[in-house]
Protein backbone atom coordinates (compact mmCIF):
# COMPACT_ATOMS: atom_id res chain seq x y z
CA UNK A 1 0.00 0.00 0.00
CA UNK A 2 1.26 3.65 -0.86
CA UNK A 3 0.49 6.58 1.66
CA UNK A 4 2.30 8.98 0.45
CA UNK A 5 5.08 10.34 -2.67
CA UNK A 6 8.40 10.85 -0.87
CA UNK A 7 12.06 12.07 -2.10
CA UNK A 8 14.90 10.97 0.22
CA UNK A 9 18.03 11.79 0.48
CA UNK A 10 20.75 10.73 2.73
CA UNK A 11 23.60 12.69 3.76
CA UNK A 12 26.35 11.11 4.80
CA UNK A 13 27.93 12.94 8.03
CA UNK A 14 30.04 12.19 11.03
CA UNK A 15 29.37 12.61 14.93
CA UNK A 16 25.93 10.74 15.16
CA UNK A 17 23.76 13.29 13.67
CA UNK A 18 20.28 11.78 12.37
CA UNK A 19 17.63 14.17 11.36
CA UNK A 20 13.90 13.96 9.28
CA UNK A 21 12.92 16.90 7.60
CA UNK A 22 9.45 16.37 5.81
CA UNK A 23 8.00 19.24 3.36
CA UNK A 24 11.14 22.01 5.17
CA UNK A 25 10.60 21.25 8.35
CA UNK A 26 12.49 18.95 10.42
CA UNK A 27 10.24 17.10 12.31
CA UNK A 28 12.80 14.69 13.84
CA UNK A 29 16.06 15.23 15.33
CA UNK A 30 18.35 12.43 17.44
CA UNK A 31 20.44 15.39 19.19
CA UNK A 32 16.97 16.67 20.33
CA UNK A 33 15.19 13.96 21.59
CA UNK A 34 17.83 11.87 22.86
CA UNK A 35 17.16 9.04 20.88
CA UNK A 36 16.55 6.94 17.36
CA UNK A 37 12.75 7.25 16.65
CA UNK A 38 10.97 4.51 17.46
CA UNK A 39 9.63 1.97 14.56
CA UNK A 40 6.60 3.57 12.66
CA UNK A 41 7.22 7.51 14.44
CA UNK A 42 9.02 8.95 11.18
CA UNK A 43 5.80 7.80 9.18
CA UNK A 44 2.87 9.27 12.06
CA UNK A 45 5.29 12.08 11.94
CA UNK A 46 5.15 12.82 7.96
CA UNK A 47 1.41 11.65 8.08
CA UNK A 48 0.48 14.26 10.17
CA UNK A 49 2.02 16.58 7.81
CA UNK A 50 0.37 15.65 5.13
CA UNK A 51 -2.93 15.80 7.25
CA UNK A 52 -2.55 19.51 7.74
CA UNK A 53 -2.59 20.09 4.27
Not at 5 to 14: K, P, R
Not at 23 to 33: E, L, M, P, V
Amino acid sequence: MKRFAAQVELIAGSGGVFEVVADGRKIFSKTAAGRFPEEGEIVKLIEEIVSEK
